[in-house]
Antibody, heavy 123, light 113 residues
Framework: EVQLVESGGGLVQPGGSLRLSCAAS????????MSWVRQSPGKGLEWVAN????????HYVDSVKGRFTISRDDAKNSLYLQMNSLRGEDTAVYYC????????????????WGQGTRVTVSS | DIVMTQSPESLAVSLGERATINCKSS????????????LAWYQQKPGQPPNLLIY???TRESGVPDRFSGSGSGTDFTLTISSLQAEDVAVYFC?????????FGQGTKLEIK
């Protein structure tokens, strides 16, 4: 079965750090563009970051540039999001998602999503 | 950034009737070079992640019932459910993947009348 399972969320104080993990099964992450997408009541769904198959490209939404880093461990078939200098507005459910493989490429659409992990930034 | 605006914010439709959700982008998401609209639709039920229904504005994802259809081009798009079923109660989102940052509409909540 193709699935993604996130972990690592929790309660963190403003200015703190968290590392989210996303374990994939049923497919190999290095064959796909992979993304993180977050959802909060106030801002709805927001794409956060993505990473190309060969790791040569990583892109971020402006609000997290310089604070968040997307990475991958091919041996563990997992995706990660290192989040530093966290702010209240980063509070959300974070999903990892697989980019849709199509011709032409459609990696900005997402055909497989994890169940999400909740991040709360509060003192 | 491309802003996606959905209407209405909520919608109540009787079982078996047609439901129509609109989505407008602040700039065209049609790539002239391949004549593809970089527009997707998702369905999200409570406590679940979004589920891809439609991509390229009108291509149904595998396994999606044919009562779901997408149409439109350029900046104006529509998701239509031809005959509403009880299991279609959900929030529906449009999303552009024309360019990063990929952006979503605010969602339309669909209920049974």
């Amino acid at each position: 079965e193709v699935q993604l399972v996130e972990s690592g969320g929790g309660l963190v104080q403003p200015g703190g750090s968290l590392r989210l993990s996303c374990a994939a099964s049923g497919f190999t992450v290095y064959n796909y563009w992979m993304s993180w997408v977050r959802q909060s009541p106030g801002k709805g769904l927001e794409w956060v970051a993505n990473m190309k198959q060969d790791g040569s490209e990583k892109h971020y939404v402006d609000s997290v540039k310089g604070r968040f880093t997307i990475s991958r461990d091919d041996a563990k078939n997992s995706l990660y999001l290192q989040m530093n200098s966290l702010r209240g507005e980063d509070t959300a459910v974070y999903y990892c998602a697989r980019g849709l493989e199509q011709v032409p490429p459609a990696y900005g659409a997402f055909d497989i999503w994890g169940q999400g992990t909740r991040v709360t930034v509060s003192s | 950034d491309i802003v996606m605006t959905q209407s209405p914010e909520s919608l109540a439709v009787s079982l078996g009737e047609r439901a129509t959700i609109n989505c407008k982008s602040s700039q065209s998401v049609l790539y002239r070079s391949n004549n593809k609209n970089y527009l997707a639709w998702y369905q999200q039920k409570p406590g679940q992640p979004p589920n891809l229904l439609i991509y390229w504005a009108s291509t149904r994802e595998s396994g999606v019932p044919d009562r779901f259809s997408g149409s439109g081009s350029g900046t104006d798009f529509t998701l239509t459910i031809s005959s509403l079923q009880a299991e279609d109660v959900a929030v529906y989102f449009c999303q552009q993947y024309y360019g990063a940052p990929y952006t979503f509409g605010q969602g339309t909540k669909l209920e049974i009348k």
